[in-house]
């Protein structure tokens, strides 16, 4: 996987490995981001929306509540960024293939992969320890493959933020 | 909403004057009293977290760097006292 900045948009060139993955990734992302936050698994919801930590604070009731609207908002928006680009792995069959996003939907799918991380995080139980050097030493299970995943989409992650760095958003 | 002196022109307009009890609810939101603080976590990457402070608080990178290793050493940082509707925004 490359990524390279433009003067405004960034390339990023995938080989057919990471294609699967991120196609896989973005599947579930977009799926998930058009759920309520009110249906999403416990766990999902403390991380994506803070829920346990915004009722402990001394926020309005009212207050916790337009965020979390305008966070699910936002992350209806990002599903359909993630779909547009899983069209795009989708529909082109020869490798490498490259994803051209705007500086500005980068940003974006920054927060979409680094999203889809922590998703898998919280719904697999990967804490302190699945998330060290150990992980190698786990079991083959669902559970080892999702931190494989996480270390994947992590090493997306690193590649987007040394390109983004210095550029401005939106 | 606080109550600015008026000039000349504006005198026939009469100044809203809010109540007591709003008033304090709309003192406390502007209140700069409201700390944002980042908790850690052992997913969201270090690399991440100073991008996001750049982008999102404005900090430097120096600055950026600083606080997310007190996120990663201590626990946890306080990135901002803001009114409560920008600390809000924050979280967002």
């Given at each position: 996987m490359q990524v390279n900045k433009q003067l405004d948009h960034l390339e990023i060139i995938l080989f057919e490995p990471e294609v699967l993955l991120l196609r896989q990734a973005l599947q579930q992302i977009s799926a998930n981001y058009k759920v309520s936050p009110d249906d999403l698994p416990d766990e999902v919801k403390e991380l994506w929306y803070a829920t346990n930590q915004a009722s402990s604070d001394d926020l309005p009731e009212d207050d916790i509540e337009f965020v979390h609207e305008q966070l699910a908002e936002f992350k209806g928006e990002n599903a359909k960024l993630a779909e547009s680009i899983l069209e795009i792995l989708s529909q082109?069959?020869?490798?490498p293939i490259v994803v051209t996003l705007s500086l500005r939907d980068a940003d974006n799918f920054l927060t979409i992969v680094n999203d889809q991380r922590l998703y898998l995080a919280a719904v697999n139980g990967i804490g302190e320890y699945e998330m060290s050097?150990?992980?190698?030493?786990?079991?083959?299970?669902p559970k080892k493959m999702a931190v494989m995943h996480i270390h994947f989409l992590a090493w997306m992650v690193e590649l987007l933020v040394s390109n983004l760095g210095d550029s401005p958003r939106g | 909403m606080r109550l600015f002196p008026k000039p000349s022109y504006l005198a026939a307009v009469e100044a809203p004057v809010a109540e007591p009890d709003k008033k304090a609810d709309l003192d406390e939101a502007f209140d700069r009293g409201w700390s944002v603080i980042v908790w850690n976590d052992p997913v969201n990457q270090m690399s991440y977290v100073v991008y996001v402070f750049q982008n999102?608080?404005?900090?430097t990178f120096q600055k950026a760097r600083h606080h997310m290793l007190e996120v990663d050493n201590?626990?946890?940082?306080?990135?901002a006292q803001e009114t409560r509707e920008k600390a809000e925004f924050y979280w967002q």
């Open positions: 082109r069959m020869e490798m050097e150990s992980w190698e030493e786990l079991p083959p299970s | 999102v608080l404005g900090f201590q626990g946890r940082s306080c990135v």
